[in-house]
């Protein structure tokens, strides 16, 4: 059982910065891929970025490329969204996901936390 909690969220200016994280708890956080999606008012949940449970591969959405970066660290059991240039359009909740292999759609996790906000003000 893998329970998520994010974190890190809030209200910022276009040009800004931003770090979500996610924190784990269960044992086998090290063997588990991860995830963000978001979610807009509105609008479906989308995928943000994934990453392998080694940290060795990474995955992202075209829509953030070069603006976010996923890592993580199996020691403390977290996951970090850095969120660099944000945009009004990445204004949404934010959740994190975890299973056993990355995937780049939302049905692909198991595991998921509550969200947290993320606004993007212009």
């Known amino acids: 059982q893998v329970q998520l909690v994010e974190s890190g969220g809030g209200l910022v200016q276009a040009g800004g910065s931003l770090r979500l994280s996610c924190a784990s708890s269960?044992?086998?956080?090290?063997?588990?891929?991860m995830a963000w999606f978001r979610q807009a008012p509105g609008k479906e949940r989308e995928f943000v970025a994934a990453i392998s449970w080694s940290g060795k591969t990474t995955y992202y959405a075209d829509s953030v490329k070069g603006r976010f970066t996923i890592s993580r660290d199996n020691a403390k059991k977290m996951v970090y969204l850095q969120m660099n240039s944000l945009e009004p359009e990445d204004t949404a909740l934010y959740y994190c996901?975890?299973?056993?292999?990355?995937?780049?759609?939302?049905?692909?996790?198991?595991?998921w936390g509550q969200g947290t906000q993320v606004t993007v003000s212009s």
């Open positions: 996901a975890a299973d056993a292999q990355a995937a780049l759609n939302s049905g692909g996790y198991h595991y």
């Open positions: 269960g044992r086998t956080f090290r063997s588990y891929a």
